[in-house]
């Protein structure tokens, strides 16, 4: 007799757990109906170019640019989001890379220019990681120029 309880219990268990997959599969359906395409993964990278190497890959944008001068000639530092990698950089450790590469470069070379690309900007966080790391820049810049 118990034995029949316990099989019958499974049965209302297993059935119970069908019905909710399918409510949750539903559920999802619906959910990407509403949204449309879901957007591409974008993450950040920091790439350092020596001279007048190539240009930037055609899936990055440019999110900041800082051009330095040494003796072997020009060095640019770019902030880029990279549009449809998994394994590039989360934006704060992508603007803590640029902070020390740049801080890095200012010890050892003259910084010539900064520039932001603000039309590339996403949305606000990305906004206000700009809007520190160009600070921060142009203020090393200024000192420079003293």
Request: contains cysteine.
């Amino acid at each position: 007799m118990i034995v029949y309880i316990g099989y019958a219990l499974g049965i209302l268990i297993l059935a119970g757990a069908g019905f909710l997959a399918w409510r949750n599969s539903k559920l999802i359906a619906e959910q990407k109906e509403k949204k449309g395409t879901l957007p591409a993964v974008s993450s950040y990278t920091v790439l350092v170019e020596r001279q007048s190497a190539a240009g930037e890959a055609a899936n990055a944008a440019t999110l900041l640019e800082a051009a330095y001068r040494e003796a072997e000639g020009t060095v640019k530092v770019r902030l880029s989001r990279v549009h449809g990698t998994v394994g590039e950089l989360k934006l704060d450790h992508a603007v803590q890379i640029m902070e020390h590469t740049c801080s890095d470069l200012a010890s050892k070379a003259e910084m010539i220019e900064v520039r932001a690309s603000r039309d590339a900007v996403m949305n606000d966080e990305e906004g206000r990681a700009l809007d520190r790391l160009e600070q921060g820049l142009r203020g090393s810049l200024a000192n420079a120029n003293r």
